[in-house]
């Protein structure tokens, strides 16, 4: 199982002594995240400063980019990685793409769909000249020598997207290369809608499910003693009322045995009450959706909870500081060990 390091974009002088951090203290590769900072960016200083490190964009929003855009980006990211980049994409919201981006978002599992297969027909132009791609939302069909990448010295790039709803499951396991499962993904979640619906999809396009790699994010909560946990425990109280105060994933927290709980945040969230949001978010619910543990029991509960179903598992919060990111790393070697 590969284990991998989340991380918000930084600024750009920055990235690189995280980069060779996070190489040396063992992990498999690094994922950035959105937000303010753009994704592929990052990965591009990090590319240089750690060679050998594998690269994902856990997600980077399709939409307001072109598919050929993205492509080319991805393109170059997998040519300075040695084909260790992993393209992941993701919807975002209405409101951001719309109101922030200024960009289409009809039917947005279906335009995600094409685009994937566009951002592949354009991989295949790179390689043979010949750009052929015709779908419901884009039609890419004109490449000329001189704005084509050309060819590279290695395999395409995995396209990788963020689903949760079973459509957007099945639509993965059809046509990308791996899932990003998100944050509330617990294992429950994981063996009801994930493992079933990624392999309808994979059946559909005649391939195995093995074929399509899956991406878990996780929270820790470490520490041998409850002293070290709490300020961790806190944190994660606050970052599941986060996720959880979006509607469509309200059907995560109910499945799970905590019905009504969306709806309780929301209304805190609506009435700016931030503390209140973290408050409908009790022990029980941190037990279900993280995982705590003294630090010599990390690698086997995170095994326990994750082997045989996990490709890759993401640490949400192994960077927070120096020493607990080595001593997260010593857990990811370990769990890099164990033969899948």
């Given at each position: 199982?590969?284990?991998?390091?989340?991380?918000?974009?930084?600024?750009?002088?920055?990235?690189?002594?995280?980069?060779?951090?996070?190489?040396?203290?063992?992990?498999?590769?690094?994922?950035?995240?959105?937000?303010?900072?753009?994704?592929?960016?990052?990965?591009?200083?990090?590319?240089?400063?750690?060679?050998?490190?594998?690269?994902?964009?856990?997600?980077?929003?399709?939409?307001?980019?072109?598919?050929?855009?993205?492509?080319?980006?991805?393109?170059?990211?997998?040519?300075?990685?040695?084909?260790?980049?992993?393209?992941?994409?993701?919807?975002?919201?209405?409101?951001?793409?719309?109101?922030?981006?200024?960009?289409?978002?009809?039917?947005?599992?279906?335009?995600?769909?094409?685009?994937?297969?566009?951002?592949?027909?354009?991989?295949?132009?790179?390689?043979?000249?010949?750009?052929?791609?015709?779908?419901?939302?884009?039609?890419?069909?004109?490449?000329?020598?001189?704005?084509?990448?050309?060819?590279?010295?290695?395999?395409?790039?995995?396209?990788?997207?963020?689903?949760?709803?079973?459509?957007?499951?099945?639509?993965?396991?059809?046509?990308?290369?791996?899932?990003?499962?998100?944050?509330?993904?617990?294992?429950?979640?994981?063996?009801?809608?994930?493992?079933?619906?990624?392999?309808?999809?994979?059946?559909?396009?005649?391939?195995?499910?093995?074929?399509?790699?899956?991406?878990?994010?996780?929270?820790?909560?470490?520490?041998?003693?409850?002293?070290?946990?709490?300020?961790?425990?806190?944190?994660?109280?606050?970052?599941?009322?986060?996720?959880?105060?979006?509607?469509?994933?309200a059907f995560i927290w109910d499945e799970a045995g905590f019905e009504g709980t969306t709806a309780r945040i929301r209304?805190?969230?609506?009435?700016?009450?931030?503390?209140?949001?973290?408050?409908?978010?009790?022990?029980?619910?941190?037990?279900?959706?993280?995982?705590?543990?003294?630090?010599?029991?990390?690698?086997?509960?995170?095994?326990?909870?994750?082997?045989?179903?996990?490709?890759?598992?993401?640490?949400?919060?192994?960077?927070?500081?120096?020493?607990?990111?080595?001593?997260?790393?010593?857990?990811?070697?370990?769990?890099?060990?164990?033969?899948?």
């Amino acid at each position: 199982m590969h284990i991998d390091v989340m991380t918000t974009p930084q600024p750009l002088e920055k990235i690189g002594d995280l980069a060779r951090r996070t190489q040396a203290f063992g992990f498999s590769g690094l994922l950035f995240t959105e937000t303010g900072r753009t994704a592929y960016l990052n990965a591009a200083v990090a590319s240089q400063c750690a060679p050998g490190l594998d690269l994902l964009t856990g997600v980077a929003v399709a939409f307001p980019r072109s598919p050929f855009v993205t492509a080319a980006t991805a393109w170059e990211l997998q040519e300075a990685t040695g084909g260790r980049f992993r393209l992941g994409l993701g919807t975002q919201v209405r409101t951001h793409v719309v109101r922030r981006y200024g960009a289409a978002f009809d039917r947005p599992g279906p335009r995600l769909r094409d685009y994937v297969l566009a951002v592949k027909a354009c991989f295949a132009a790179f390689r043979t000249g010949t750009l052929d791609h015709h779908g419901e939302f884009y039609d890419l069909d004109f490449l000329t020598p001189q704005w084509s990448a050309g060819p590279i010295d290695a395999p395409d790039p995995s396209v990788d997207v963020a689903a949760v709803n079973p459509w957007m499951l099945r639509m993965a396991g059809e046509v990308a290369d791996g899932l990003h499962v998100h944050p509330l993904g617990e294992p429950g979640y994981i063996a009801r809608h994930v493992v079933p619906n990624v392999a309808a999809g994979a059946a559909k396009s005649g391939r195995s499910p093995s074929e399509v790699a899956v991406i878990v994010p996780v929270m820790t909560i470490v520490g041998d003693t409850d002293e070290e946990r709490h300020n961790e425990r806190e944190l994660v109280r606050a970052s599941l009322s986060f996720y959880g105060s979006t509607p469509n994933y309200a059907f995560i927290w109910d499945e799970a045995g905590f019905e009504g709980t969306t709806a309780r945040i929301r209304e805190k969230q609506k009435a700016g009450d931030f503390a209140g949001m973290a408050d409908q978010i009790t022990d029980d619910h941190i037990a279900a959706f993280a995982t705590e543990s003294t630090w010599d029991g990390l690698a086997g509960a995170l095994g326990e909870k994750y082997a045989g179903v996990a490709t890759r598992l993401v640490l949400y919060n192994a960077a927070s500081d120096l020493e607990r990111f080595e001593r997260y790393g010593a857990v990811a070697r370990a769990m890099s060990a164990v033969p899948d």
